[in-house]
C-alpha cells in the first residue's frame, strides 16, 4: 500500500475511533487508511506493507527502509504519516490477546510532534527516531518489544538536551549495558534514592551540571566518560587518579 498521511479530519477520526476501542476491545480497525478525505498521498514511491515487527528494532529498521526516499527532517515533524503508520501497524502496536485489544493512551498512537510531553512516546516515531540518532549504539532501547513503550527510551528520549549530544548514545551503552546478561544493567532505571551513577536521575543531573562549563555536544564518547567522574566509570574500568 501507497503510505499516506493523515489530514486534520483524519486525525480526528483515528482519535474518535481509539476512544471507542478503549470501549469495545473487539471493535474492528476503521476503514480509513485510503479514504482519500482523511488520508493524503506524500510519494508514490513511499511503499508499506503488512509485515510483523515484534521489537522496536524490527520497526526502526523497516521504517528507516520505507520512509527513505523522504525528507528526513520532515518525516520528524510529520503528525499525520506517523498516525496513518500507526493504524496501518495497528495489531503490531497494540496486538489482540484473545481477541481483544489494550487500547492505550492516545498518545502511543497519534503523533504530537510538537507536544514535549507525548512526542516521544508515540512507539512507531521513538523506534525511527532513536535508530536515527544513537547511530548503532541503540541496544538499551530498540531491543524491547514494540507496543511497550521501555523505560530507558521514555527517560531518555524525553530529554531534548540528552539527545542533542552525538555520542551521548555511546556513553549510555558503555555505561549501562551489561553484556553478560545481554540486558541493561539492573538497577539503573529504577534506583533507589542516592543510588550513584544511574540513568534516570543521575545521569541528566550531570549533564546539566556540566552543559554549563563544557561544550558537549563537540565532545567524543571518551572525553565525556571522563567528564562524568568516577560516579559513572563503566563496568570494570579503573578509577580516574
Not at 59 to 73: F, I
Not at 100 to 128: G, Q
Not at 156 to 164: A, D, G, I
Not at 207 to 227: F, N, P
Amino acid at each position: 500500500m501507497i503510505a499516506r498521511t493523515f489530514t486534520d479530519d483524519g486525525l480526528r477520526e483515528f482519535r474518535v475511533w481509539l476512544a471507542a476501542a478503549r470501549r469495545d476491545a473487539t471493535l474492528e480497525l476503521p476503514g480509513i487508511l485510503e479514504d482519500d478525505r482523511l488520508a493524503k498521498i506524500l510519494d508514490p514511491s513511499v511503499v508499506v506493507e503488512p509485515v510483523r515487527l515484534p521489537t522496536k528494532r524490527d520497526a526502526a529498521s523497516y521504517l528507516r527502509r520505507a520512509l527513505a526516499p523522504l525528507p528526513e527532517d520532515d518525516v520528524a515533524k510529520d503528525a499525520g504519516l506517523w498516525t496513518w503508520l500507526s493504524l496501518f501497524f495497528f495489531d503490531e502496536v497494540c496486538p489482540r490477546r484473545d481477541g481483544r485489544r489494550r487500547v492505550r493512551n492516545d498518545y502511543y498512537y497519534v503523533f504530537e510532534p510538537d507536544n514535549p510531553r507525548h512526542y516521544y512516546r508515540h512507539l512507531l516515531f521513538v523506534s525511527w527516531n532513536v535508530r536515527r540518532l544513537a547511530r548503532g549504539h541503540d541496544r538499551l532501547f530498540l531491543d524491547t518489544p514494540l507496543w511497550r513503550l521501555d523505560q530507558a527510551s521514555e527517560k531518555v528520549m524525553s530529554k531534548l538536551y540528552l539527545t542533542r549530544i552525538p555520542c551521548i548514545f555511546e556513553v549510555i551503552d558503555r555505561l549501562y549495558w551489561d553484556p553478560a546478561r545481554g540486558r541493561v544493567r539492573a538497577g539503573v532505571l529504577n534506583p533507589w534514592p542516592g543510588s550513584p551513577g544511574d540513568l534516570t536521575n543521575r545521569l541528566p543531573l550531570r549533564i546539566r551540571q556540566l552543559e554549563k562549563t563544557y561544550d558537549l555536544v563537540s565532545l567524543g564518547a571518551d572525553r565525556l566518560l571522563e567528564l562524568l567522574g568516577d560516579e559513572f566509570r563503566p563496568p570494570g574500568t579503573p578509577p580516574s587518579v
